[in-house]
């Protein structure tokens, strides 16, 4: 499998960590995931398999192709995303789109009937994309209004390295399942 192969020779990757191990079977069989493990953990890993293996399993030309987005909290983070998931699965990358909070939010960067086939949402440093200031729990108006522009429909996997009281509240909130 050109995924496996490309991970041992590329990245190095053998097998899943500790993280990876929890993680990836609960993604892979569709369902909702949330990933707390601090910085450096693999937690890109734990949204990136299940994207590329998804998007594998289902070719482009079919009806039933595969949509997914990444979204992060920065342009930056989202480029080192990309690059990982161009080195992974060349003919894959360009099927996932990798968008911040602001570019989904902006009529003029993303057409939001585009967002309506999306089957994977991947949120990355949810905390800072969902939650706003560490001490509060108010959910933000963006938050809900990026929201509301994603399908319900869609798997969600979420994934943070810090997670206060007021973050957890608001996510158990934001995801009540």
């Given at each position: 499998n050109e995924l496996r192969e490309n991970l041992a020779k590329e990245l190095g990757i053998l097998e899943p960590n500790e993280i990876q191990n929890c993680s990836l079977p609960v993604a892979i069989s569709g369902n909702n995931t949330f990933v707390i493990a601090q910085t450096g953990s693999g937690k890109t890993m734990s949204f990136l398999l299940p994207i590329l293996h998804r998007l594998d399993t289902t070719p482009s030309s079919s009806s039933h192709a595969s949509a997914t987005i990444v979204i992060g909290p920065t342009p930056e983070l989202l480029a080192q995303h990309t690059t990982v998931a161009s080195t992974l699965m060349p003919s894959l990358a360009d099927r996932i789109l990798f968008k911040t909070p602001e570019d989904l939010l902006d009529p003029n960067v993303t057409n939001k009937e585009d967002l309506a086939t999306i089957?994977?949402?991947?949120?990355?440093?949810?905390?800072?994309?969902?939650?706003?200031?560490?001490?509060?729990?108010?959910?933000?108006?963006?938050?809900?209004?990026?929201?509301?522009?994603?399908?319900?429909?869609?798997?969600?996997i979420l994934t943070t390295a810090h997670l206060t009281r007021a973050h957890t509240k608001i996510i158990n909130r934001l995801f009540p399942n």
């Open positions: 089957d994977i949402v991947a949120i990355d440093e949810v905390d800072a994309v969902l939650c706003g200031s560490e001490f509060n729990d108010t959910i933000p108006e963006a938050s809900i209004e990026l929201l509301d522009i994603l399908p319900d429909h869609a798997q969600y």
